[in-house]
């Protein structure tokens, strides 16, 4: 949300996902830690800083029976985001113009209040009214999730950015200014040739924020105001207006997994607090930014997370066996990893057997009492398991929340809508179709950004509104691609040309179920 709207009319900020936001994650970390928050299915949610409702009406259309309110500031998001929920149709979100301060009493109480990508960049008396809301309009077991800059991380992001608003000192044109910081980023990214450590972190830095969206640069880097904070500072003032630390909307940013045990007993040794645990990791860590959880001060909280709620939850994970088979054998270690790079070594055969279940269901997420049950019969032949034995159920509780900590898994609450295989007739979310006929970014039924940036795909996701089976969904497809001279008919054979496509075809459709773009 801006301080000044015209900045933001004339430069648009890029509308953006933030699956960290969704009420269901936030659900799942507030039980973790002994709070009872509502149901993500039923809820209310306030975001603040809407801007074009990028994040709050996707939430909105898979959560039918929960309500959802934004507001921004800049007039022009919003009319974007008022057409996006006029074309679908939605009636259980509104986004409002204005400023927070219009926030009162007549809003009612919200379950859940989001303000992502907002704190560091609004004047104090804002900020003050901000934490306020969270105080006042948020419910007794409500969650507000807040963003901000954080020290020391951003000691070093601030030198950058000192640099370009230097530069860009005389300049007034938001394009203007804009063109020039680029300039200057990637010439200063360019002349850094040498092994000096510094300049070559200086150039990984320069070469991430050449790769900014020109609104985000603008609105972010370029900002009049972006006040980096350290943690402790953002608890004081959260404090002041009697809200108290629930934890990080990524869990696994509270982990010390990935140092060494001398490393982790001293942080132990220097953590008295939670509060004080959290800002030595961010010093650890070099952190610069973070997504806080805040709730009610009056609330008994738990100190560690409850690994038995991981019974009531939904269970996830991109993780595979590097090997060509999982060995279930007790004793024999197994290395898994996800696509992003998270690593585990285990023996523990009953988590192998999870894993290789939850590696064959993925995306969808399946229920923890159908993982322990398929799970334990994997292991018939292997050893003795009684999927029902409270014990069995604890080990393998604790040891997916013990994934959960390093990003190997996922929980859920609710099931999203999400076909896993493809139908006949195959849907594309009405999101995902509204956002590709606009742009290359959409998002899928698990609140993720997907880019979408072929014009194939673009309009396989327009052509699948149910309707059109493979045989009309290949006719389209070869027509397009004559009308495009992109056709390859090698041989003069058409026929082969066609079932190449055809195969090519189910390839792309079986893709974008597996990223969460089709619905049951």
């Not at 507030?30 to 809407?50: H, I, K, N, Q, T």
């Not at 006040?227 to 402790?232: D, G």
Request: charged share 25%; with cysteine; aromatic share 8%.
């Amino acid at each position: 949300m801006a301080t000044n709207s015209s900045s933001y009319d004339s430069i648009l900020y890029p509308g953006y996902t933030h699956p960290q936001t969704h009420p269901d994650r936030l659900e799942i970390i507030g039980r973790l830690f002994g709070l009872a928050p509502a149901s993500a299915r039923r809820c209310r949610v306030l975001e603040l800083g809407c801007g074009n409702g990028a994040n709050l009406i996707p939430m909105a259309w898979g959560l039918p029976e929960s309500e959802f309110v934004g507001i921004d500031l800049a007039a022009r998001p919003i009319a974007q985001g008022r057409e996006m929920i006029r074309d679908l149709g939605l009636r259980n979100v509104r986004l409002e113009h204005g400023s927070i301060t219009a926030i009162n009493a007549s809003w009612g109480k919200f379950d859940y209040i989001l303000a992502h990508g907002f704190y560091s960049w609004v004047p104090p008396e804002i900020q003050e009214r901000m934490l306020g809301i969270c105080r006042h309009a948020m419910a007794p077991q409500g969650i507000a999730f807040v963003s901000y800059n954080a020290l020391p991380g951003c000691h070093l992001r601030k030198m950058t950015r000192e640099m370009m608003l230097f530069h860009i000192r005389d300049l007034t044109a938001p394009q203007e200014r804009i063109n020039q910081a680029q300039a200057l980023v990637r010439f200063l990214a360019d002349a850094q040739d040498t092994t000096d450590e510094f300049r070559l972190w200086m150039k990984a830095e320069l070469k991430q924020i050449a790769g900014h969206d020109e609104g985000h640069l603008f609105h972010d880097e370029l900002a009049e105001l972006n006040e980096p904070l350290y943690f402790t500072q953002f608890m004081e003032r959260a404090g002041r207006h009697d809200l108290q630390y629930l934890g990080e909307a990524d869990y696994f940013e509270m982990s010390d997994h990935g140092f060494k045990d001398s490393v982790r007993q001293t942080l132990k040794q220097l953590a008295r607090s939670r509060i004080l645990r959290e800002q030595y990791l961010d010093f650890l860590k070099c952190r610069r930014f973070r997504q806080t959880l805040l709730c009610q001060r009056e609330v008994p909280l738990q100190s560690e997370p409850d690994a038995s709620h991981v019974a009531g939850f939904l269970v996830s994970s991109t993780a595979g066996c590097t090997s060509s088979s999982t060995d279930l054998r007790a004793g024999v270690t197994c290395e898994f990893e996800t696509p992003k790079g998270g690593k585990l070594e285990t023996d523990y055969a009953l988590g192998k057997a999870a894993l290789a279940v939850l590696g064959e269901t993925w995306p969808v997420p399946i229920a923890f009492d159908e993982l322990m049950a398929r799970s334990v019969a994997r292991l018939e032949n292997e050893t003795s398991f009684d999927q029902h034995d409270p014990q069995h159920r604890a080990q393998l509780a604790g040891f997916l929340l013990q994934l959960y900590s390093g990003g190997l898994v996922d929980f859920r609450i609710a099931i999203p809508t999400v076909a896993r295989t493809v139908s006949e007739r195959p849907e594309a979310s009405p999101i995902a179709r509204w956002q590709a006929e606009r742009g290359h970014v959409v998002t899928s039924l698990f609140h993720l950004a997907v880019k979408v940036e072929d014009e194939i795909g673009k309009n396989l996701l327009a052509w699948l509104d149910g309707t059109c089976d493979r045989k009309i969904l290949l006719e389209k497809l070869w027509k397009l691609l004559e009308e495009k001279n992109a056709l390859i008919v090698k041989d003069e054979n058409p026929e082969a040309a066609r079932r190449s496509l055809a195969a090519e075809l189910d390839k792309n459709l079986l893709k974008l179920a597996r990223f969460g773009l089709l619905v049951k």
